[in-house]
C-alpha cells in the first residue's frame, strides 16, 4: 500500500542523449510527487516482427549506457534479458532484472536470471505472458523461488491474447497476482499493442494505440497495480520502436499525478 | 463531465419492502455524496440458464413495484423490457429503459423500445451483448436515430466473452462508445459473471466474482465511464438471483465515494 | 453413425421461385447420394446490423412460401421462430423448428417452441450462441425436456465468439455436445461470419468468408458432426442478405458428396 | 496435394529402447500405408510449467539417441531447437529442425536455425505461437527467406489462445497459411493441451484432453492440412512429459489409416 512506483523511460536504448533527457526529466517529475523512479530501457529488441526493425546497440555498448544514466542520475535501472548468459552482466547494472513475456516459461533463463540477480541484489521483474492466466504465474514464481528463495519478485501484467491482433487487459487479473503475495505492475504501454497490426508497415511490425495508455494506466492503478510501467519519447513518431504506443514525454508529469492521486484514493479508502 | 450517474439497486425485484429499503439507503447515500440516482431493479429474468430458477414477479405486479418505489421515494426507475409488446407498459413508469444485452440486435425489440421510450421522455440504456465489438454498438444507435431521432441513448459495457465460462472488460471500449457521442456505464455487476460455471449448482445457474465488482468499478470510471450500475442486497448470498455476483447494501456508501473522487480526478485531471 | 443429415437452401426467402429452383436441386442431388435433406429458409431476419437491411417476406407470406416448398418438392421444412408467439404456426409447417442463437437462452421462447413442436410432432433445431461453451448446452436441453419431454432436441455448432469481429469453430465441442446425447450439426455458413466487419457495407452488416465454408463443413463432418446445414443461392453475391457467406448452387453436388464420404469414413473407421 | 506427412514419436526422449519400439512401430504402419515418416521427440523441454518436471536427457545424450533411432531404424528425425547456439549440431543429425513455438518470434534463434539448417540440407518446421495469427507468420517466413533464401519451411498449427487455460484450433488458418506458399502440418497433441490446468498437479504442469487428439487430427486433415504430427507412447499414462494428451501406441495403425484416407478424399475431391 506504499506510493506507485513508476518505470519508465524508453522503449529501445537510441543514443545517450536522448536516455538522459528522458530519465532526467522522469527523475524530476517523480522526485516531486514523492514516487519511487526506475529507468528503463532495452538495450535488444530480440522478438521483432521483421528482422529489418532497429534492435538497439547491443548488449555492450547498451549495457555502458545505461550505467552511465544510473551514475549521471543516480536511479536505479530496469531492462530486460534475453539469453541465460546475458544474467550475470545485466544483473551488475540492472537493480529490476526484467524477464520478457514471450520467454517468461523458459526454465533455464528463469533460473539463471533469478540466481544472477539474487546474487547481484536486485529484484526481478516478470511480464505475465499473453497466453498465461494471471494465477499460472505461481509456476514462474515457484521456479524462482526454488533457487533463489530470497529473491524480491515483482509481476508486470501487460495485456493478454484476445482474439487475433488484439491484446485485453484483465483488470481482475491485478488481483489474481497479489493473492500470490507479489506486488503487481502494469505495463500499459504493451498492453495496448496490436500485435502483427501496425498499418504502416503491413504488418511487419506490431500496431498500438497510444491514446490507450494512459487509459489503462488509470484504469489499472484504480484496480490495485503497485506500479507502472510506461514508455516515452521526447518525438513519439519518431520513436526508432513502438511508435504507435509511445507517449509524448511532455505529458508524463500531468499523467503520473494523476495516478498518483488514484493510487493514493484507492489505497486509503 | 458531469457527477459520475448511480444506476443501482436489485437484481430482481423480490418483495417491496427489499425494494424501498435498498432504494432508499441507496438513495441518501448518493444525495449525500451529490449523485443523480437511478433504482434498478427486474420484474423478470428471461434468460436464466434453468427454468427453475425465480423469475421475479413479472410484469405486472413488477411494475406496480417499481411504481411504489417511484412515488414513494422520488427517484427515477430503470428496468428492463424483454419483449415488443412491453415496451409502451414499461416506459411509463421507467426513466430508464433497458435493452438486454443477448437481445441489443432484434430488430423489432430495439424499434418498439425505441419508439415507446422517446413517446414517454425517458431514456434508453443499451447493454452492450457480450458478442459485440464496442464499436460496432454503432449500428444499435442507428436503428435507435432512425425512429427515435431524438431519444437519449446511453450505453452500458458489461464485459466480452474470453474463452468458455468467463467474462472480460475491455476498458478501452468505454472511450471506443463514447466515440459515437453517447455516455457510457458500467455495469460492474454483470460484468464479473462467470457464465455457466456457479459451482453450487454444477453449472445450471451463472456464477460471479463478488470481490471482482469494485475493481471493475473503479476501473472503468478511471477510464472514463459516466456512470455505475450496480446490484446490492441486505443478504447477497440469500439474493434470489445472482447471488454470487451481489454486493451487500452495508458497503455501498464507501464504494461509491471511492467511485466518486475518481471520476472527479480523471474528469479534472 | 447414420447417414450425414443435409439442411441447406436459403438464408432468407426472395421469391417462392428462387426457393422452389434452390430447394428441388438440393433435393435431388441428397436423393443421388442417399442422404435425408430438409429444405431450410428464414421467413424474417430479426437481428439484422442495420435497420435497413432486407428482412424476409414475414410470417405469413414466408410460412406460405415454405408450404409451398413442402407440398411441391415433398421434402420437410427447417425455419427459426423469433418471438414466442410464432411457435404454433411454424411449427405447423416447420419439421425442424430452430431456435435463434442469439436467442437460445430466452427461456420464454424455448418453452414455446419445445411445447408446440412437440405437439406438432416435429424436432428441435438449436443454435449454439455464440457466448456459450459446448457443456452448457445442457441446460437448454433441461429446459426442453421439463416442457417436452419427447420432443428430440439436434444442436447446432454455428462458432464461438473470438476477440472481436471474428468467429472461431472448435471441433472439440461437437464431441462435448455428443456426450448430452443429442446429434449434432454444423451451421458452417454462419460460422465464417466475420461479425459487424462487411467491408462493403462499413460494418453495417456482417461480413463472411465464403471460401471458408466448405472447409468448416468438411472439418466438422471429421470431428463427428452428423448433418451439416449450408445455405446456397443461384448468384450469391445478389443474395439479399448474408452474401459474403453464401455458397454457389453449383458447387453443391461436389461439395456434399465430399462430406458424404468424409462421413462414411469417420463412422465406419 | 502429394500424401499425407506423418511426423510422430515420443513427446521426449526417455530411454533409446522406447525410442526405438515407438519409431519402428511408427515406420512400419506408415510404409504399409504408402504415407512419409519423421521420427520425431525432443531431447529437452525447456519450458515447462515446474522446475521439477522431467526434462529429458539433454542435448548430448539426446542427440546420440536421435543418430541411433536414424541409422538403426532408417528414418528421418525432427527435433526442436532451444537456443541459437544448438542449432548446427542439432542440424546435423535432424532432418527437421524444429522451432518451438513459444520461440518463434526470438530473431536470433530463427536465423541461426534458419542458417544451421540450410546449410546442413535439412527444413525447418515452424510451430506457429499461440499468440499468433495465421496470416502473421509471414514474419517468420520473411526472416527466414533474409537468411536462409533456399530453405524450406513448414508451418505447424498447435492450437490459439481462446481464454485461459484453453486453447483453440482455427480450421481457417491452416488455409491462412497456406496461402503464404508452404505446407501447413497439424500438431493435434499439443493443440488439445489445457495450459496450466493439470488437475493431476494442481496446475503445476499443463493437463490435456487425449481423446480429442484424433478428432483435432481428422478435422485438420479434412481442412486441409499436409502433414499431422502426433505423439504416442507404449504406455500413455507413464510418459514421462504431457501424458494427458499422449496416444497410445496400439491406436496408430487405425488413425493414420483413416487421416490417410481423409487425404485422399479431400486432394482427389
Known amino acids: 500500500d506504499g506510493p506507485l512506483a ?138 524462482v523461488g526454488e533457487v533463489a528463495p530470497d529473491l524480491g519478485v515483482i509481476m508486470c501484467e501487460r495485456g493478454t491474447s484476445f482474439g487475433y491482433n488484439n491484446l485485453i487487459v484483465d483488470m481482475l487479473g491485478i488481483g489474481a497476482m497479489h493473492d500470490l503475495d507479489v506486488p503487481v505492475t502494469i505495463d500499459a504501454t504493451h498492453a495496448v499493442q496490436l500485435p502483427g497490426a501496425d498499418p504502416r508497415t503491413a504488418g511487419a511490425s506490431t500496431g498500438g494505440r497510444r491514446e490507450g495508455v494512459p487509459i489503462i494506466a488509470k484504469s489499472a492503478v484504480a484496480a490495485g497495480a503497485d506500479g507502472v510501467f510506461l514508455e516515452f519519447h521526447t518525438d513519439p513518431d519518431a520513436a526508432l520502436c513502438d511508435a504507435p504506443s509511445c507517449l509524448p514525454l511532455t505529458g508524463a508529469a500531468d499523467l503520473l499525478k494523476t495516478l498518483k492521486l488514484i493510487r493514493e484514493l484507492v489505497t486509503t479508502g
Open 6 to 143: 513508476v518505470i519508465a523511460g524508453l522503449n529501445v536504448l537510441e543514443d545517450v542523449g536522448l536516455a538522459l533527457e528522458v530519465g532526467s526529466e522522469l527523475k524530476r517529475i517523480c522526485s516531486d510527487l514523492g514516487l519511487p523512479y526506475v529507468f528503463k530501457a532495452s538495450f535488444d529488441k530480440a522478438n521483432r516482427s521483421s528482422i529489418t526493425s532497429y534492435r538497439g546497440p547491443g548488449l555492450d555498448k547498451g549495457l555502458g549506457m545505461l550505467a552511465r544514466v544510473k551514475s549521471e542520475l543516480g536511479v536505479p535501472i530496469c531492462t530486460d534479458v534475453h539469453e541465460a548468459n546475458q544474467s550475470e552482466r545485466v544483473a551488475e547494472i540492472a537493480d529490476l532484472v526484467q524477464l520478457p513475456a514471450f520467454l517468461c516459461r523458459q526454465t533455464d533463463l528463469v533460473v539463471a536470471m533469478a540466481e544472477a540477480t539474487q546474487a547481484a541484489g536486485g529484484l526481478l521483474h516478470v511480464k505475465k505472458a499473453q497466453f498465461l492466466a494471471p494465477r499460472d504465474v505461481k509456476n514462474i514464481i515457484s521456479k
